[in-house]
């Protein structure tokens, strides 16, 4: 989990956790936002869009995630 505590932009911190904790069956990210959604796209993962956060489901479905959760518990189905 990465906050904005530090430095600002998303894409490289996606970026920098993948290098750190890279995986057999590739990387996602998720987040409540449009802007999240085209960050981790940038970033080269997958993305995710939590319905239960920030911006409404049909913003996020606009911006086009890979996969969306209503809640989430959906994320132990969604994630590999």
């Not at 505590?5 to 449009?34: M, N, P, Y």
Request: aromatic letters at 4%; a positive charge; glycine letters at 16%.
């Amino acid at each position: 989990m990465l906050g904005g505590d530090k430095g600002e932009s998303k894409v490289r911190k996606i970026r920098a956790a993948v290098g750190r904790h890279e995986h057999d069956q590739g990387s996602w990210f998720v987040g409540d936002t449009v802007g999240d959604v085209v960050e981790g796209r940038r970033a080269g993962v997958g993305t995710i869009a939590a319905a239960w956060g920030w911006h409404s489901l049909e913003q996020l479905r606009g911006a086009s995630p890979d996969r969306i959760a209503a809640a989430p518990r959906d994320l132990l189905t969604l994630l590999p």
